[in-house]
């Protein structure tokens, strides 16, 4: 009797691995690039002003006061603020609502890197019908370009995260550590702080794909490119090179903090000097401010360190808000999202939360610009943010399947760093997996 | 081997592997409690395994109750209903088709029961997304029912209710009871049910582990956060620490959890005797 019961369950796993790995895979092979002719705001107009309901999606922190204020300013338009999960499991969701053809909001929060995604599996609404174009001179170039898909508009930028180099002054002055203008002496500067005290480290990375594609980014690495279906992927062109090269010593020297970015003991490590530096985004204020009372006072801002001295950086993170096609009122959705993103009274609402704007009108303000930090120990640091925030290097996109990839990314790359070995064959795992991948969604690509 | 049946030879070498196991188990669960007591500052500044300057449970305890107009308590109601139509429905399905399996010769029953078999080494998370699409078409997605009613299907408690039934309730028990002129739901209800009781405490106790515990089919189903069962609020909590608008609240998470996971320890130590009997039901042949 044992044994054959046995038997019968070892079949029946067998048949259930077989089956059961295509749970979670997402994709749809519609082709969404067709642009939608150039319209006027009228609609939208219209649609404010007869009211209706609609639903957003959002994690941002602001949205329940922006929802407030926006419906006390039009009381016949009531928004339903839901919020399904933070990153992957709010796009997890998306895809799930937009596969079954039902069940997704009107609007939602769509980061800078999932953009190209959802625009080309068709499940966003192209806002130049409703004469969005027209708001291009109100937005970093760069935020403008992430929100572009080919020449469809899918959303407008809510905010932005053109890096600088953030660095614990105290750390810093303790052992005598000048600010590092190039990567060159940024290593220096990571071997002279370890070996001064073995317990602290110039920065934490252990391997986290929005940081890596950021990083290459900035060395002018373009490392994804898509033209309608087909996709040409190379993470060994000369920017990947410059960037690995100075990283892989980082990495072999064991100069990097093996701590994972966002867990409590990161929070620790960045409140105690442990990690004395990170090279991110300008949204970063808000983060230490809010949540590492114990760096304040300690903590300064410095431009990004660079190849060549010549000033360039890359954007980190950040969002747009998109109309989605399924919305029963797209119109009114537009309507929203024009409020969000470009009205004085909802990005107010944002830059007083500690969020950092996507507006060249709000970046340029001398008030905005000029404002000390009481946590930087009085430091003007949107001086230096601002200033990134033009900097931003040109021409970058990411992959059509940018959530896969950063899925896959500590399977491939991730390996890499934990042996301590060479970050470009992680890169060249990462790349055979992406080309394969693609091959399979539909796309046709091809390394190289 | 001089050890026998009776006086079984204590094994240094598996009292070491069991101590182990037991620190295992024991440290995050006595990390959870410290960490509880601690302050958000204090979280981020102290070691991991000692207590702070401060002892801030019942302060804590008050903010995880209040955070967001207290959402947790509402999220702690979602999580008991689901327990109690879910994981309850679970068990009464699985007893009726466990007992009918074992005791009722009816065509399609080897059919069955490789169904079942098969079932039970499906992971759920797997069925997930089919099970949303087809939620989806019904249109009962985002409600509470796209979360209890896949609970309601639990093939391994049908399993064991079977196994149980198949040595727990003698044929010939029946057999006299039919002769009594009772009929087959009377018998069900006053013969077969008491002498599942055992077999049936597992069932609701892995029923309602599996309930309380779940995740991943209400993250699908649900987009509205005053459906969420616990699972899914801690975790859209503990995700509030990431990314662009970090805002970490890893100390009301950390309550919250130890929070969630008092009645499950009840749970266990209340049924623990009847769980015992129900793994070792079917395992001797008597």
């Known amino acids: 009797m044992t044994t054959r019961r046995h038997g019968k369950v070892a079949v029946a796993l067998a048949a259930a691995l077989a089956l059961g790995i295509s749970g979670c895979s997402s994709g749809s092979s519609s082709d969404g690039s067709t642009p939608a002719a150039n319209g006027t705001q009228d609609a939208v107009d219209a649609a404010l002003q007869q009211g209706g309901e609609i639903t957003y999606w959002t994690w941002t922190p602001q949205a329940e006061e922006q929802v407030a204020a926006f419906q006390q300013e039009h009381p016949n338009v009531k928004v339903k603020l839901e919020n399904v999960g933070t990153g992957n499991d709010h796009y997890t969701k998306l895809q799930n609502v937009i596969k079954a053809g039902s069940g997704a909001p009107d609007v939602a929060q769509v980061e800078y890197k999932a953009m190209p995604q959802f625009a080309l599996t068709d499940a966003l609404v192209d806002l130049n019908q409703y004469g969005f174009g027209a708001f291009e001179k109100d937005y970093t170039a760069s935020t403008w370009a992430s929100s572009k898909v080919g020449d469809g508009l899918y959303g407008l930028p809510q905010d932005s995260g053109p890096m600088a180099l953030f660095y614990n002054k105290k750390v810093f002055d303790q052992y005598g550590i000048t600010v590092p203008k190039t990567w060159d002496e940024y290593l220096a500067a990571a071997r002279k702080l370890h070996a001064a005290d073995p317990t602290k480290y110039l920065a934490a990375d252990n391997g986290d794909s929005g940081f890596t594609t950021s990083m290459i980014w900035q060395a002018g690495g373009r490392p994804f490119n898509t033209e309608g279906k087909s996709v040409s992927i190379n993470l060994a062109d000369p920017g990947v090179k410059k960037w690995t090269a100075v990283w892989n010593q980082m990495l072999s020297e064991k100069l990097l903090a093996q701590i994972p970015p966002w867990n409590e003991e990161w929070y620790r490590a960045l409140g105690n000097g442990t990690i004395a530096s990170a090279p991110t985004g300008a949204w970063w204020p808000g983060v230490l401010a809010s949540s590492v009372a114990e760096g304040a006072g300690q903590w300064a801002v410095a431009p990004m360190p660079t190849y060549d001295g010549q000033p360039v950086t890359a954007e980190s993170g950040g969002s747009a808000q998109s109309v989605l096609k399924q919305s029963k009122n797209p119109a009114l959705g537009a309507a929203f999202v024009r409020w969000l993103n470009n009205s004085r009274s909802s990005i107010k609402i944002f830059l007083d939360t500690g969020g950092f704007p996507a507006t060249t009108a709000d970046l340029g303000s001398a008030e905005f610009r000029d404002k000390p930090s009481e946590y930087f120990a009085g430091q003007q640091i949107n001086q230096v943010l601002t200033a990134a925030a033009d900097q931003v290097a040109k021409g970058w996109t990411y992959l059509p399947y940018q959530l896969y990839a950063d899925s896959i990314y500590n399977d491939t790359v991730g390996k890499a760093y934990l042996a301590g070995t060479d970050i470009n064959s992680g890169l060249m795992d990462w790349q055979k997996a992406l080309v394969d991948y693609g091959n399979q969604q539909g796309f046709s690509v091809k390394a190289g | ?286």
């Open chain 2, 1 to 286: 081997m001089v050890a026998t049946f009776l006086r079984p030879r204590r094994s240094v070498l598996l009292t070491g592997v069991m101590s182990l196991y037991l620190l295992y188990t024991l440290i995050p669960l006595l990390w959870l409690v410290i960490n509880a007591s601690k302050t958000r500052e204090a979280l981020f500044s102290t070691p991991g395994l000692w207590f702070g300057d401060q002892f801030a449970l019942f302060a804590n305890i008050a903010e995880t109750l209040s955070y967001n107009d207290g959402i947790f308590l509402r999220w702690v109601g979602n999580t008991v209903l689901y327990v109690v139509l879910g994981a309850g429905g679970a068990t009464l399905l699985a007893t009726a088709a466990g007992y009918g399996l074992a005791k009722f010769r009816f065509t399609g029953r080897r059919a069955v029961f490789a169904v079942v078999l098969g079932a039970i080494a499906i992971p759920p998370s797997a069925l997930a997304v089919p099970t949303f699409l087809m939620f989806t078409e019904l249109g009962l997605t985002n409600t509470p029912w796209a979360v209890i009613i896949p609970s309601l299907i639990h093939p391994f408690g049908l399993y064991l209710i079977w196994v149980y039934a198949v040595d727990g309730i003698p044929d010939d028990l029946l057999e006299s009871a039919r002769i009594d002129g009772a009929g087959e739901i009377r018998i069900f209800r006053t013969v077969a049910l008491r002498l599942l009781a055992p077999g049936i405490a597992t069932v609701a106790l892995f029923t309602t582990v599996a309930t309380w515990n779940n995740y991943f089919l209400p993250l699908i189903m649900l987009s509205d956060q005053k459906l969420f069962p616990l699972t899914v609020g801690l975790s859209q909590w503990s995700a509030q620490a990431q990314g662009v608008n970090a805002r970490p609240i890893y100390d009301l998470v950390i309550t919250g959890s130890l929070l969630m996971i008092i009645p499950l320890i009840a749970a266990f130590l209340l049924l623990q005797r009847f769980w015992q009997s129900g793994l070792a039901a079917g395992s001797v042949k008597q």
